[in-house]
């Protein structure tokens, strides 16, 4: 089983390893329909904070809680409902969509040209384009827990995730947390968006 952070608090934990391990864990349960592991593990989670009011504590005790009321069947029913089918999806997970109207347009030809100068690329047997939500954190995991310090480090975590994460990330969670269809994904849209707000003022105080 994959282990799970304890988003609750970074005081016991290696901050850096904290945030990797927290996008670790939203990337694949964006890009597809959560493994029985994963919400095996959201279940067993801890949901206290040793420190009272740590700012994830709330969305990552709703997350749990919403895990262990659901089935991994109504979970995966969820997924395919809001991010499959065929044609238009109920919502979009890529940021090109966000940012300019459409798939495939100029804020993905832009993330490309960034990869690159990363030497990152995407693989061939990933279904989805690099500005799905899932490969963007992918991505930030590796720029916090990667070992070529070149590229790992603060400072090209803050271009990325101000570049291409910050500017419309907070529009899916919006979409997510307001869909009538959404309740495992609007605790996961919470949980996102709180994490997010961390980081950014994280990025904020580097500045």
């Not at 801890?46 to 009272?52: L, N």
């Not at 500017?167 to 949980?191: I, M, N």
């Amino acid at each position: 089983m994959m282990p799970l952070p304890d988003a609750t608090t970074s005081s016991a934990l290696d901050e850096e390893t904290a945030r990797s391990e927290l996008y670790g864990l939203l990337a694949p349960v964006y890009y597809a329909q959560p493994a029985i592991e994963l919400t095996a593990g959201l279940r067993a989670a801890a949901t206290d904070s040793p420190a009272a009011g740590a700012f994830l504590e709330e969305p990552w005790r709703a997350l749990v809680g919403v895990a262990r009321d659901m089935t991994d069947a109504q979970i995966a029913t969820e997924f395919d409902t809001l991010f499959g089918g065929v044609g238009k999806p109920e919502v979009y997970l890529y940021a090109s969509h966000y940012l300019s109207g459409f798939l495939n347009e100029k804020p993905l030809a832009r993330l490309r040209t960034d990869l690159n100068g990363l030497g990152l690329a995407r693989d061939e047997t990933m279904s989805e384009t690099e500005d799905h939500i899932a490969y963007l954190f992918e991505v930030m995991r590796y720029l916090i827990a990667g070992d070529d310090a070149a590229v790992a480090n603060l400072t090209q975590q803050q271009t990325f995730f101000a570049a291409h994460i910050q500017s419309w990330v907070g529009q899916l969670c919006d979409t997510l947390a307001r869909h009538p269809k959404a309740r495992f994904y609007a605790a996961v849209a919470e949980l996102t968006r709180a994490f997010m707000n961390v980081e950014a003022q994280g990025f904020d105080m580097l500045a």
